[in-house]
């Protein structure tokens, strides 16, 4: 039996699914008319019970979590202060804010080694989220605050620019200390989510050559985000061709395998163990020597590559190029991008270029050199399809 159309009838030239599909928008109504069904056929029911609301979660926290993992209570640690949320916690609220925000979705874009990369290569969104799957896989059985971990980790490269790390040297002068995207995205790109001490904490420092994180799920991503580009970089250059299995060191395919499934089982069980075993959150030396020598072998091979340079050469020229574009012309700026009234030249108006330029994503900085700059599209880094 095909549901009603929608009131007024269904417009002409819908098919019977389409009309079907749109005679559910008011849900169905349960027999005591009380509420309503998703499915005319609903059946599940869980029974009678309250919520498990933030303060008994937080409790459980404490019942359940290591001694020394992370514990949300309250609204969290935030610069401006905020009333708690009667259902979650202050870690569920920052994952859930970070992927609800603009610079997350605009990861989509952003490369993570390939730039314009093919339907099933990486962008630096699926590298977040593979990132996420790490970490949990190695938070769960150590008993740290999942959450904390999942939002951490999520959050963790939403200050990178366009283009992956080639942005970084490529804004570096314009930012006193120089562009760092991890202390970039705490400070500037994430600061108007107002999220806790412990996550902006964790993804200011995720990366190595940053001061050790504060909070043991901190160091899981840090361990998380090494682990898994390394791993799914080599998969992309494998199925693009420039390297192949067998090219492995042998200290990483006799200690990981080549399968990338292998390779993060090793890397994952390497930190648990180590971690569960000594209280202390690393990995062991075999499975450490083992990565050390997979990401030197992506360097050479992969982000060094010739290709891979002089790409970031046009990548620098072009981002540097729209920096003093803006920088000249702050009123050029989208409105609420921090442009009107600022004098050109100026550092404010540097600030504002450096801060709308580093959040575009890859084809947007692209289409902004050849509106702006006067860029032929042979200038610009191969694979841009005006067409999508």
Request: contains cysteine; glycine residues 10%.
């Amino acid at each position: 039996m095909t549901p009603p159309a929608p009131q007024g009838g269904s417009p002409p030239g819908l098919t019977e699914r389409a009309v079907a599909w749109a005679g559910t928008m008011d849900g169905h109504r349960a027999p005591d008319a009380g509420h309503r069904y998703a499915h005319a056929d609903s059946r599940a029911r869980i029974g009678p019970g309250g919520p498990l609301g933030r303060e008994a979660r937080e409790e459980l926290e404490d019942a359940t979590l290591a001694p020394g993992a992370t514990r949300a209570r309250g609204a969290g640690r935030r610069a401006r202060v905020e009333e708690p949320d009667p259902l979650r916690t202050c870690f569920e609220r920052d994952r859930d804010r970070i992927l609800h925000a603009t610079a997350f979705r605009r990861l989509a874009g952003k490369t993570q080694v390939f730039i314009f990369p093919e339907d099933h290569q990486r962008t630096r969104l699926t590298h977040a989220l593979e990132v996420a799957q790490v970490a949990v896989g190695i938070a769960r059985p150590c008993r740290l605050n999942v959450t904390l971990v999942e939002a951490i980790a999520l959050g963790h490269d939403c200050g990178h620019g366009p283009f992956g790390h080639a942005s970084e040297d490529a804004l570096a002068p314009y930012v006193p200390g120089g562009f760092d995207h991890a202390t970039w995205g705490a400070d500037v790109t994430l600061a108007s989510l107002n999220l806790c001490a412990e996550t902006l904490d964790g993804i200011r420092n995720h990366s190595w050559s940053r001061p050790a994180p504060s909070t043991p799920e901190g160091e899981v991503v840090s361990w998380a985000d090494r682990i898994a580009y390394v791993c799914h970089d080599f998969e992309d250059a494998v199925v693009a061709g420039i390297v192949t299995p067998d090219m492995l060191p042998p200290v990483v395919a006799q200690r990981c395998g080549t399968r990338r499934s292998t390779q993060l089982g090793a890397f994952i069980a390497g930190v648990v163990d180590t971690t569960l075993r000594t209280g202390e959150v690393g990995m062991s030396e075999p499975m450490a020597e083992a990565l050390a020598a997979f990401r030197a072998f992506n360097y050479t091979h992969i982000y060094l590559r010739p290709a891979s340079l002089s790409q970031n050469r046009i990548v620098e020229r072009l981002l540097q190029a729209l920096v003093e574009f803006y920088a000249d012309r702050p009123n050029t700026l989208p409105e609420g991008r921090g442009g009107s009234g600022l004098r050109a030249g100026s550092d404010e108006a540097r600030r504002a270029a450096v801060t709308y330029v580093s959040g575009m994503t890859d084809r947007f900085a692209c289409l902004q050199a050849l509106a702006h700059l006067g860029w032929d599209r042979g200038e610009l880094p191969a694979g841009l399809d005006l067409a999508s």
